[in-house]
């Protein structure tokens, strides 16, 4: 019998002005999942601990399987398999906890398989978890979380993601308030167009960012950071947003905004020391508005998902 372990890390989607088109790995926390081929065809979720008994058992609908279903049936294989799944990353927090247990699941499966695929040709099959999650197929998580780093989702017809090398040593805060956002309620909130005014500054600020990342320009990468098209309408969502941010630049990020849809904040900053001191200051200023939260400070994860030792 053939088991396996994986672990995927958190991400942040969006990175303020990369809307749907950009994300990056965080080296904790992430899901972990234990893959043991069985010996009747089909994909089974054995357990899930971590989830207060919230995902769903059923094959077609709890991300893991679905995108283990996807790998096998690209493959044309039949093999049984049992998951179990091991959720650290809190739901609904805007963090990327359904791509990172359909990225382990799948870096899982295809070390089973001999590493069959690249990651790269991984990606589709978690977004099709991601469209199970949220009715999106978007992969500005599932791309950071399988490749590692900052990627880019240059196009999505056909998918054309790229790893973008990054010469700033940069590192991450992440500020979980004790609310809950779905997805796809953060994402039903959007105005279905953009002005051009506003497409103009969403543009600059992301070519900006990605300058800023590639020649390690930290003040490039700090005026960048700023979002004219979800965050307006999606900060509604988060109490205390403004000032919040306002506090994480007061004590030295480089910027700041929400991560993926939310309600989870992130911050970027230039050393660890700084990143702790952001997020202190974050949480002291959400308990102003009655929010307790979550801080994990972590480097840039430059590999993405990971086999473990059992
Ligand atoms: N880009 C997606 C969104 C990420 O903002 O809706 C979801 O985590």
Redesign the pocket.
Known sequence: MKTVKAFAPATV??VCCG??ILGFAVDSPGDEVILTQKNEPGVVVKKIVGDGGRLPLEANLNTASVAVQSFLSAIDSTVGIEIELFKNLPLGS?M?SSAASAVAALVGINYLFGNKLTREELIPHAMEAERIACGSA?A??VGPSLLGGFVLVRDYHPLDVVKIPVAANLYCTLVHPQIELK?ED??RVLRPSVALKDAITQSGNTAGLMVGLMSGDTNLISRSLKDVI?EPVRSVFIPGFEAVKSEAVKAGALGCGIS??GPTMFALSGSHEIALAVGEAMQRQFLKYNLKSEVHVSRINLDGAKIIDL
């Open positions: 989607a969006n809307f749907d805007g990327g978007h500005d998580n997805t953060a994402r979800a993926g849809s």
